[in-house]
């Protein structure tokens, strides 16, 4: 059984930094993905970043937040990150880890994961 434990959420300032952590459990990495989402109140969920593995590992990110957040994974702590930089009000959502069964053809479409995490809050204040 696959689980997914994130960690790492808070409350921060506009500009300032968080960092995202997320524990798999039970995955097994085989041309597939792991990435973050975020939902916020009365928004679809909506893709962040995504690292995928299978020969050549590769990330994807949202446009909206390029050049300010960075995920990337520790293989010997066996956890995804993101490093969140330059957070803006409209950053704020409930963050999600998801992992996919398989290399989604839309890398940021959260309809092809289907492992989730409970969620982590991030709250940037303006």
């Known amino acids: 059984q696959v689980q997914l434990l994130e960690s790492g959420g808070g409350s921060v300032q506009a500009g300032g930094s968080l960092r995202l952590s997320c524990a798999p459990s039970?995955?097994?990495?085989?041309?597939?993905?792991l990435g973050w989402f975020r939902q916020a109140p009365g928004k679809e969920r909506e893709g962040v970043a995504t690292?995928?593995?299978?020969?050549?590992?590769?990330?994807y990110y949202a446009e909206s937040v390029k050049d300010r957040f960075t995920i990337s994974r520790d293989s010997a702590k066996n956890t995804l990150y993101l490093q969140m930089n330059s957070l803006k009000p409209e950053d704020t959502a409930m963050y999600y880890c998801?992992?996919?069964?398989?290399?989604?053809?839309?890398?940021?479409?959260?309809?092809?994961?289907?492992?989730w995490g409970q969620g982590t809050q991030v709250t940037v204040s303006s």
């Open positions: 039970g995955y097994t990495y085989s041309r597939n993905c």
């Open positions: 998801a992992a996919s069964s398989f290399r989604p053809t839309n890398k940021l479409k959260s309809e092809e994961y289907v492992y």
């Open positions: 690292f995928c593995f299978g020969g050549v590992e590769l990330s």
